[in-house]
């Protein structure tokens, strides 16, 4: 006999396990499934995110730079650190504690919001009058019940034809966390975030890196401005970032990995590497999810097919995060799933995808909200900008960390805040005030008039708001 819930949630990702939880606190018999396995076989919600995404890659970023900083910058500050050695067998293992830490917080997140978790791979079973039968295949086989249903599989690194992930040679993001030594020669195919992200780990540990992209433009979806600054500091740094290039022929051997392309003026170039990270984008999971068993409507991507409310094809079922249309970021995904939560509650839940922050961790950060420059020539909206260089930043001299600056975008007529830009030092946690200011619909002036705490690298926020109306008070 099938377990009764309210809802059921498919994947326990930010998408999903937050979905679970606010769907718990809104008064729902809630059940997770999660088939993640840790390194001793027991469950490790979280996801793509949690497990092979996010938080290990920000892990080994932050590793890696207090190598970089201990190596090049130390001295500037004094102090004296001779022979810096980096012991990636160690530096993988906290990798893993902080990843475990935030499985057994979401197993603990469950347990505090009754949330039922059931280990094992969850498929549409079929549809009845009780609702939707889920089929758990895990130790053992479980069947549950729900009115309502709540897709959140995720999505899976995108493979090159002829040359599938082996773990060992060819690397999928989910190999690139666990190289276990420096590489001599790394190359990454994709300069997107996991491409600039990897190849900054490995680069500052020693790795000569070479990033090979497809595209004519490096960041194609980052403001021009900020891309063409960044491609000068990449440069600077190390990274071989060759665009336009067209990439042939893939050969494993016992000594690496050999990569055939035609450079973008058309001449044939071969890599002969240690390792290769491949991250040309990623394909939503839905194999397995047994779709035809009631209906469920797909794509020609494999993705979930859902309105602007996250609602299938099928009363009852919903679908979020990377298994749906829409950026393929986990916060995007925690948002849809507390949306979705509350509108099965009854509620009006309601996501903005206008006022998605977007984020790279490399050294310096990326950040940017809202439209770009060129997006906004290409929609004909008058618009003015402000920018102001961290060179010019009290605090950012004293982190010793002054590249970038923060742009902003307005109407011209309103002065509405139509986009901010942010590139250098804590870029990730300095755009959360653009995106308040956004969602508040405020103008850049209304930035200018607010009180910043000094010295402080927000300060440049500020003054690139006064910026845009070519008044600074500190460039």
């Not at 540990?205 to 990033?211: C, E, F, H, N, P």
């Not at 665009?243 to 071969?270: C, F, H, M, W």
């Not at 509350?342 to 903005?352: F, K, M, P, S, T």
């Amino acid at each position: 006999m099938s377990k009764p819930f309210d809802v059921i949630v498919i994947g326990a990702g930010p998408g999903g396990y937050i979905a679970a939880i606010r769907a718990a606190q809104l008064g729902k018999q809630v059940a997770c499934i999660d088939e993640w396995k840790n390194a001793s076989g027991g469950p490790a919600p979280g996801g793509t995110c949690t497990n092979v995404g996010c938080i290990p890659s920000k892990a080994l970023l932050q590793s890696s730079e207090h190598f970089d900083q201990a190596q090049h910058h130390f001295s500037d500050h004094g102090i004296s650190a001779k022979e810096v050695k980096m012991a990636v067998a160690k530096m993988l293992s906290r990798k893993d504690t902080v990843v475990k830490q935030n499985n057994d917080g979401i197993l603990y997140l469950f347990k505090k919001n009754k949330v039922t978790f059931f280990h094992g791979r969850g498929s549409f079973a079929s549809k009845s009058e009780a609702g939707y039968e889920i089929k758990v295949v895990g130790q053992t086989e479980e069947s549950l019940v729900a009115k309502h249903i709540i897709v959140a599989t995720g999505s899976s690194a995108r493979a090159l034809p002829g040359a599938p992930f082996d773990e060992e040679q060819i690397l999928s993001n989910d190999g690139a966390l666990r190289i276990g030594a420096v590489p001599k020669q790394l190359a990454l195919i994709g300069s997107g975030v996991i491409g600039l992200e990897m190849g900054s780990v490995w680069r500052r540990l020693g790795a000569q890196v070479t990033i090979l992209e497809g595209l004519p433009t490096f960041l194609g979806a980052v403001d021009e401005q900020i891309a063409k600054e960044a491609k000068k500091v990449f440069d600077k740094q190390g990274l071989n970032i060759q665009l336009g290039v067209k990439v042939g022929d893939i050969a494993r051997s016992k000594k690496g990995v050999s990569v055939n392309y035609t450079n973008a003026k058309g001449e044939p170039q071969r890599l002969e590497v240690d390792k290769l990270i491949v991250s040309i984008g990623r394909v939503p999971n839905t194999n397995g999810l047994n779709v035809e068993a009631v209906g469920l409507q797909l794509d020609e991507r494999g993705a979930i097919v859902v309105d602007a409310d996250c609602q299938t094809n099928l009363p009852g079922v919903w679908a979020v995060g990377d298994v749906v249309r829409g950026p393929m970021l986990a916060h995007k995904a925690e948002e849809e799933g507390v949306a979705v939560a509350e509108r099965i509650a009854g509620q009006h839940g309601h996501v903005d995808f206008n006022l998605v922050p977007w984020v790279i961790y490399t050294s310096p950060e990326i950040a940017w909200v809202g439209r770009t420059e060129q997006q906004l020539k290409q929609d004909g909206v008058a618009y003015k900008a402000g920018s102001f260089p961290f060179l010019a930043n009290g605090r950012a001299r004293a982190l010793g960390d002054t590249t970038g600056m923060v742009k902003m975008l307005a109407d011209a007529h309103t002065d509405e805040i139509l986009g901010v830009h942010i590139m250098g030092p804590q870029a990730s946690e300095l755009i959360a005030e653009a995106t308040v200011a956004m969602a508040f619909k405020a103008s850049a002036e209304d930035i200018a008039r607010i009180c910043h705490a000094h010295p402080s690298l927000s300060e440049s926020t500020k003054e690139a708001a006064l910026a845009v109306d070519k008044r600074t008070l500190n460039f």
